[in-house]
């Protein structure tokens, strides 16, 4: 008797060749939602579908007794359908796997005895010591390649990569490499996005060169320093988008290929999506709101165009719902981040704010503070019960009237946080300041908590000194250990050693702006003022944006004060 799943029984039983009819291009998979939906009926517990395909690799064996059908979850789907005409395996729509069951009465069954060849495991995946051996190839080389420590915690974030053949991986480095011209730069670029390795190597060579063409050689090398992601997109996805923008969006990007380009550089998320979704997002959001509205929602927020047109309109339809029509315009005007969330979600927020301060109340602060809306009820709920726990109803609900945010914050966190919090700040301080915007304290972990505490013992020399900073001003616990350490660096070298202790002493909250800032503000003080005008500025300086920065250095040289 012929193997079941040879060349001779695809012949005899014609199924030879035949695609199943669920087989997606990579391409278009996401439509495969929409598709069933229309070959089958949703009230069928089972569908009576046929259909035959190949029976080879992994997907298709039979095991040596039980006759258990591979690869089920990915045919779950499916109602019946015939194998070779002899077996016909019927899948419900809430079983978990396939029982595969003769197709008549008299159908031969196999015997145990018959040779029915085990599957190779070739097919269905490695043994488990090549597995580990595997892993432990490709551990060594992302230590090559990135440095110990860098290897090793790169191992850890994407353990999906240690299941590569280490010669794939290679392969995919080495065309990372002559793509991005020299190992130092593929270095970044992996560090970054280790994932790269499990794209297929002959996807990496082509992306870059399609990027160039679209982008041009300076841009497309600053967009994948930046994005290294974009790597892993196929070569027809990235060449795609540009004419899929100018085709369907021609009154937004009147300027054609050039104004269409500006954006993908700037958001170059958009070459890792299908066209197909940038297509449908627009229109759909026209068809809710109208040209205008939507001209502005899709200016202000270009990312609606990777977002799914079902998505968008689920949630439009969730706001519309609990604001009314013309208040949820105003709110995604606001906040349009909003049509990229789940419509059950900003559906469950609402009746929880709705029980905590009333229905008016509840609807003014959603119009406020649009991103309550994006906030599971449960976590509402959760949240103002802990609060409730710490601080007592009516604390609970002035410090969530002046800071909505509290309640987006993990119950766990705040739990865990708030001991830490009333020991460093002591019980009168923590009383007082839990009022104001310092209860966003709350939401962080305490662990980070305790190295940012540490970390401000030792710049200021004693924990006593850390604590009297801390304790008049609370925020300076929101910034990051590493954080404080390049500040306090950075102040020293431009303002000299003397500056920085006076500037830490009277604001200890500059230890939150990073140091990339603070030399961006100080070169362009110091090119209007000179270095040393610049060194004796207040620290609003240092802290200020680059708008509030030029405007405030305008109004110092109106008035000649140097």
Not at 67 to 80: C, D, N, P
Not at 167 to 196: K, Q
Request: proline share 5%; charged share 25%.
């Amino acid at each position: 008797m012929a193997p079941v799943g040879s060349a001779s029984s695809r012949s005899a039983s014609g199924v030879s060749g035949v695609r199943h009819p669920h087989h997606h291009s990579r391409r278009h998979g996401h439509s495969s939602r929409r598709l069933s939906s229309s070959l089958f009926s949703p009230k069928e517990e089972t569908s009576s579908l046929q259909a035959s395909f190949p029976l080879r690799g992994a997907h298709s064996c039979f095991s040596h007794y039980g006759f258990v059908l591979r690869g089920g979850s990915q045919l779950r789907s499916l109602g019946a359908f015939s194998i070779s005409g002899s077996f016909q395996a019927h899948v419900s729509s809430r079983s978990r796997g396939v029982v595969v069951c003769p197709a008549s009465a008299t159908t031969a069954i196999p015997s145990p005895d018959d040779s029915i060849p085990p599957p190779d495991d070739a097919q269905i995946g490695l043994a488990p010591d090549e597995e580990k051996e595997t892993a432990t190839a490709v551990t060594a080389f992302l230590m090559e390649v990135l440095g110990d420590k860098r290897g090793r915690a790169a191992a850890r974030r994407h353990p999906a990569v240690l299941r590569q053949r280490a010669t794939r991986v290679r392969e995919t480095w080495r065309n990372l490499v002559d793509v991005l011209g020299s190992e130092e730069e593929a270095a970044i670029c992996l560090n970054r996005a280790t994932s790269i390795l499990q794209s297929d190597p002959s996807t990496v060579a082509a992306a870059m060169p399609t990027l160039i063409e679209e982008l041009g050689e300076a841009d497309a090398r600053r967009v994948v320093r930046g994005n290294p992601e974009l790597l892993k997109s196929r070569a027809n996805t990235i060449s795609s988008t540009i004419p899929t923008l100018i085709q369907c969006y021609p009154h937004l990007y009147p300027g054609g290929r050039s104004e269409a380009r500006k954006l993908v550089v700037r958001i170059p998320a958009l070459l890792m999506t299908r066209d197909r979704t940038i297509a449908e997002s627009g229109p759909a959001l026209e068809r809710i709101f109208g040209r205008d509205v939507t001209v502005r929602l899709v200016q202000n927020t270009p990312h609606l165009l990777m977002t799914r047109a079902d998505t968008i309109v689920n949630a439009a339809q969730a706001v519309i719902e609990v604001l009314g029509y013309d208040n949820a315009k105003k709110v995604l005007l606001k906040s349009p981040y909003l049509l990229m969330s789940s419509e059950s979600t900003i559906r469950s927020g609402i009746p929880q704010l709705t029980e905590i301060f009333g229905a008016e109340a509840a609807k003014e602060l959603a119009l406020a503070r649009p991103y309550l809306l994006k906030t599971n009820g449960r976590n509402i709920v959760a949240m103002y019960q802990v609060l409730n726990e710490i601080f007592g109803s009516e604390k609970a609900l002035e410090m969530v009237k002046k800071t909505p945010s509290l309640l987006r914050a993990r119950p766990q966190t705040v739990r865990e946080s708030a001991p830490v919090l009333q020991a460093l700040l002591g019980d009168d301080v923590f009383a007082q300041r839990m009022d104001s915007t310092a209860s966003s304290l709350l939401g962080i972990r305490a662990d980070t908590i305790q190295d940012s505490f540490k970390t401000l013992s030792e710049i200021y020399g004693s924990s006593a000194r850390a604590m009297d900073a801390v304790r008049r001003q609370p925020m300076t616990l929101k910034a990051r250990a590493t954080t404080m350490r390049d500040t306090v660096n950075t102040l020293g070298i431009l303002l000299g050693q003397v500056r920085a202790r006076e500037i830490l002493i009277d604001s200890p909250t500059v230890l939150q702006v990073r140091a990339w800032k603070l030399k961006r503000n100080f070169k362009y003080c110091s090119d209007r003022f000179g270095v040393e005008s610049a060194r004796r500025l207040p620290v609003f300086y240092w802290k200020a944006s680059m708008v509030t920065l030029k405007r405030a250095c305008d109004r110092k040289e109106e008035s000649g004060v140097m």
